[in-house]
């Protein structure tokens, strides 16, 4: 054989070779990240003995993304809502021609025609998933809100008329029955959200757009997204972000993790902006602590302690003000008189430490642990005040009884003023005026309210990095209220140049209050 075909000869070799080397690389990269999942049980504690779910899928039996898939789309559900609603018609083809001058006067005026009423029913779509054997479904809350008919179609084409058992809209969560009859229902198993991790394989089944059992894959994004999404609400509802694709009608499917446990239940997408890939899922755990109550009343009744929390949270230089070894707890903004809180002793200031003997690392933590309890429950709060460490204890509100009972703050009339000047101060990065009566008006503040108006922010200053703004009112510096700008530079004066100052704020156009943290500025 010559050089030159033994040099073919073994390039063939090397291209061969290399073929089947990234043959095997492909196979090993597009297999799933192994999962740890919890172990085998026949029930999570906190669902009720009349709903059996299925055990937890343990990562080892699942060995490719098609196995999850064949495995769990048999349990995934098509939901249609149909409310029957009547309408107004307002013209046919007809009617629109007797608009037309020209027809005017042979056929009259269309509103000497009597006009007729349809029945026209309306649907939405969305998708569901079995959880246990004797058919029950979950699917997201505002899928079958305002229904008057509920139908499931299954898997193997059949159509079942559900009943809407439980709905808790602050985390948009609804649960759903039906009569399996003669069919073999396959539940999907619930998995632990709060052992995911970002950037662990999932994947979403649902029916977006009426494309039935259609499934996409992506990653965890983030976890603990708080956003607006419909009738939630934020202190509650926590999100899963994804980036598998989340499509109109994908609402209500699962979210399965690389072991095929459901994690979540695919929510919401965001649009506009040129948004792409992300997609919200409600977290399994959430759904896992509402099922109970969602069986035995069709609602979900949460704790409410009845307090406002500092929105900035403890940071260093709050927790040197303080006297607090560590950022860990939240600092009470509000107490509300007659509810929980006010009732156990808890004063505004007051830093709450634990909860029963837990730590509470910040604002989310402390509502999550209340919201998980029930109306009615004792639960032993930790506070530190004015540098002592002492225990309350508080029996807990209806969530939603308590906001609902809550008054809304009335504005006052606006009366036309005649332009006044303000005296001005500076100090902390700020420049300050005191509230005159046309402030007090163009920001619609209440009489009785005194503090200074933020006019300047100075750029760079360590008041524009705690996010203050212009217009914002200062109530107090360091708990010390202040009525004037001749005030506000008095107290700012005698600060020690890098020591923890706080101040109190008022946004007038949420009218919400907050505590800013910051040091004094070195001179």
Do not use: C
């Amino acid at each position: 054989m010559s050089n030159r075909a033994q040099g073919f000869a073994a390039l063939l070799a090397v291209i061969g070779m290399s073929i089947v080397f990234g043959m095997v690389l492909g196979g090993r990269l597009n297999a799933p990240r192994t999962v740890l999942a919890a172990p085998e049980t026949a029930l999570p504690a906190s669902a009720p003995p009349a709903v059996r779910l299925a055990p937890v899928n343990p990562a080892a039996s699942v060995g490719s993304f098609a196995d999850i898939v064949e495995q769990s789309l048999p349990s995934v559900v098509g939901v249609t809502n149909t409310q029957a609603s009547v309408q107004r018609e307002e013209g046919d083809e007809e009617d629109q021609r007797r608009r037309n001058d020209f027809f005017r006067w042979f056929l009259g005026e269309p509103e000497d025609q009597p006009q007729r009423r349809f029945e026209i029913p309306q649907q939405g779509f969305g998708s569901g998933f079995v959880i246990s054997a004797d058919g029950y479904i979950l699917t997201n809350d505002h899928v079958v809100a305002d229904s008057d008919r509920i139908m499931v179609g299954l898997y193997d084409g059949g159509q079942v008329e559900a009943r809407l058992i439980g709905r808790d809209q602050l985390i948009d969560l609804a649960l759903l029955k039906i009569d399996p009859g003669e069919r073999t229902l396959r539940p999907l198993p619930l998995g632990d959200s709060d052992g995911l991790r970002v950037g662990e394989w999932v994947i979403a089944i649902g029916n977006p757009f009426e494309f039935q059992q259609s499934v996409t894959v992506g990653v965890v994004s983030a976890k603990e997204r708080r956003v607006p999404i419909g009738t939630t609400d934020s202190n509650v509802a926590h999100f899963i972000q994804t980036d598998a694709a989340i499509n109109f009608g994908n609402s209500g499917g699962p979210l399965l993790d690389a072991a095929g446990n459901v994690i979540g239940i695919n929510t919401a997408i965001r649009r506009g902006n040129m948004a792409e890939g992300i997609g919200f899922a409600l977290p399994v755990n959430e759904i896992k602590n509402a099922l109970d109550q969602l069986l035995s009343s069709g609602r979900v009744s949460r704790g409410f302690l009845g307090i406002s929390l500092n929105p900035q949270g403890l940071s260093e230089a709050s927790a040197e003000y303080y006297g607090l070894p560590d950022t860990n707890g939240v600092i009470v903004l509000e107490v509300n008189e007659g509810l929980p809180a006010a009732t156990a002793g808890v004063k505004r200031n007051d830093v709450i430490r634990k909860v029963d003997g837990e730590l509470i690392r910040d604002n989310l933590d402390l509502i999550r642990k209340i919201s998980k309890r029930r109306p009615g429950d004792d639960v032993k709060l930790e506070i530190f005040r004015d540098g002592q460490t002492m225990v309350r204890t508080a029996r807990l509100a209806d969530r939603e009884e308590a906001l609902a009972a809550s008054g809304v703050r009335q504005e006052s009339p606006r009366e036309p003023l005649e332009p006044e000047t303000t005296e001005e101060a500076r100090g902390l990065g700020l420049t300050v005026e005191s509230l005159s009566p046309t402030l007090r008006r163009d920001l619609r503040l209440d009489e009785g309210l005194d503090g200074v108006v933020v006019s300047d922010v100075e750029f760079g200053s360590a008041a524009q990095d705690a996010g203050i703004l212009p217009s914002a009112v200062i109530r107090s510096i360091n708990d010390i209220d202040v009525k004037s700008a001749s005030e506000w530079a008095r107290i700012v004066s005698a600060l020690a140049p890098g020591s923890p100052v706080k101040l109190e704020l008022l946004d007038p156009r949420s009218n919400a209050s907050r505590y800013v943290f910051m040091r004094t500025p070195e001179r």
